[in-house]
């Protein structure tokens, strides 16, 4: 079986922070992918990131970055120099790639405050 | 990328009636699709899988007789919420994987009132 946990479920900070979310999971699998999502009050999943089990390069897209470590079973998001805008809810998620189906975290939701 | 089409986006509706809720993959054909379901502050939940031509498939604890599923063609999906109860309000969603890759609808807004 497999399990998305994210401790988190609210962060609040102030505009210009720096914040991360924690993402842990579990699984048999040795080839998966993971995932972020950021869903604003919309609802609409907007896609973030993608990751294969076999690549553990952390990656940085402007202001995000992440960090994968297989070691842990962690991937970390980290949103530099927050902004208003990043407000949202932000669910981590792993896709067994034999089933193709996702599992998703219960989501951390992070308000930035100006 | 694969695009996910999912109407209506908002719908309400009297209890008892029915609702279809559509998913169509716009530019490529979808053998499976997932359905999720979300109550208000809580995470995404597989409700079942429908796959192209067969029955789907239910998660434990959901009905099929109330949550029908039809995949009649390789680029549409459907989920009907039969009798809808109050306690069935809740945001739907579906998805689809193209090479490990999982793409989404825009999600359906449910109230039954």
């Known amino acids: 079986a497999q399990k998305v946990t994210q401790a988190q479920t609210e962060i609040s900070v102030v505009e210009k922070e720096d914040v991360t979310l924690d993402c842990v999971y579990e699984?048999?699998?040795?080839?998966?992918?993971l995932f972020w999502y950021k869903q604003p009050p919309s609802g609409e999943l907007v896609f973030l990131i993608r990751r294969n089990s076999f690549d553990e390069q952390n990656e940085i897209s402007g202001r995000y970055s992440w960090n994968f470590q297989k070691s842990t079973s962690s991937f970390n998001f980290t949103i530099t120099a927050s902004q208003v805008v990043d407000s949202a809810v932000y669910f981590c998620a792993l896709i067994n790639t034999n089933a193709g189906k996702s599992t998703f975290g219960d989501g951390t939701t992070l308000t930035v405050k100006p | 990328g694969a695009v996910v089409s999912q109407h209506p986006s908002r719908v309400i509706c009297k209890s008892g009636t029915s609702v279809k809720i559509e998913c169509r993959s716009l530019?490529?054909?979808?053998?499976?699709m997932f359905w999720y379901r979300q109550f208000p502050k809580q995470s995404l939940m597989l409700m079942a899988t429908s796959n192209e031509g067969s029955k789907a498939t239910y998660e434990q604890g959901v009905e099929k007789d109330k949550f029908l599923i039809n995949h009649a063609s390789l680029t549409l999906s459907t989920l009907t919420v039969t009798s809808a109860h109050p306690e069935d309000s809740s945001f739907y969603i579906c998805s689809t994987t193209v090479n490990t890759e999982a793409f989404f609808g825009q999600g359906t807004r449910l109230t039954v009132v």
């Open positions: 699984t048999r699998d040795t080839t998966y992918y």
């Open positions: 530019d490529f054909q979808a053998t499976t």
